[in-house]
């Protein structure tokens, strides 16, 4: 089946720190790997995502990069900003229609 | 709109009662998708619609759910007789059309179950 692993939260980081949020994967086929994040009172927002093998999806200074062969798809971010305290979802669409999310993991960042 | 909006945002009802929860897709929008997130978890999905067809309704957790789209625009999601296991958010979702195309989510709507 398909189905997707987040490490468990919360994860707390001092500003300017250096982020990984650890997500890997098990699919049929070729999914596309997203990540979603959810602000507090906020809906679900798309941040990046990656639709073949090594390819790399980046936004807001966030990258994460699709690894096959380990069935990975980190979220990295080289230095976290208060503003990025929210909780982050992978997921993956195994036939490109609906979306598997992971559980979720809270991000907090203390200024 | 601007996005996808639902309504209502929180709803409180009590076990045994009929509940309806809607999702108004950002326009033009084709394909509309139902997802059910319990507390703490990710969202698990429920439905799927191309236009007014209801194309997946593989994830839908007992008869009692039920989704329409009559039209091919606003949608409706309609659990009967709600037990407490069914207190979640219900998340509504839409893309303009393919596969690859990104999914819009809502605001979602609290539904609680006492």
């Known amino acids: 089946g398909n189905s997707v692993t987040q490490m468990e939260g919360p994860v707390t980081l001092s500003e300017e720190a250096f982020l990984t949020i650890n997500c890997t994967y098990t699919?049929?086929?070729?999914?596309?790997l997203f990540w979603y994040v959810q602000y507090p009172g906020e809906g679900l927002q798309l941040l990046l995502k990656?639709?073949?093998?090594?390819d790399k999806g980046s936004n807001k200074g966030f990258e994460a990069t699709y690894r096959k062969e380990t069935t990975s798809f980190h979220l990295e971010k080289g230095s976290v900003q208060v503003s990025d305290s929210a909780v982050y979802f992978c997921?993956?669409?195994?036939?490109?229609?609906?979306?598997?999310f992971g559980a979720g993991t809270i991000l907090r960042v203390k200024s | 709109g601007a996005g996808v909006s639902q309504s209502p945002r929180y709803k409180v009802a009590k076990r045994g009662q009929d509940v309806a929860l809607r999702c108004d897709p950002i326009?033009?929008?084709?394909?509309l998708f139902w997802y059910q997130q319990a507390l703490g978890q990710g969202p698990e999905f429920l439905t799927y619609?191309?236009?007014?067809?209801?194309?997946?309704k593989s994830g839908l957790p007992s008869d009692r759910f039920f989704a329409e789209r009559p039209e091919g625009s606003v949608s409706t999601l309609k659990i009967q007789r709600t037990q407490q296991e069914d207190s979640a958010v219900y998340l509504c979702?839409?893309?303009?059309?393919?596969?690859?195309?990104?999914?819009?989510f809502g605001p979602g709507t609290r539904l609680l179950v006492l």
């Open positions: 699919a049929t086929g070729y999914p596309s």
């Open positions: 990656a639709t073949k093998a090594d």
């Open positions: 979702a839409t893309r303009v059309r393919g596969a690859g195309e990104t999914q819009y």
């Open positions: 326009s033009g929008h084709v394909s």
């Open positions: 997921a993956l669409t195994p036939y490109g229609n609906k979306l598997v």
């Open positions: 619609f191309q236009n007014e067809a209801q194309l997946d």
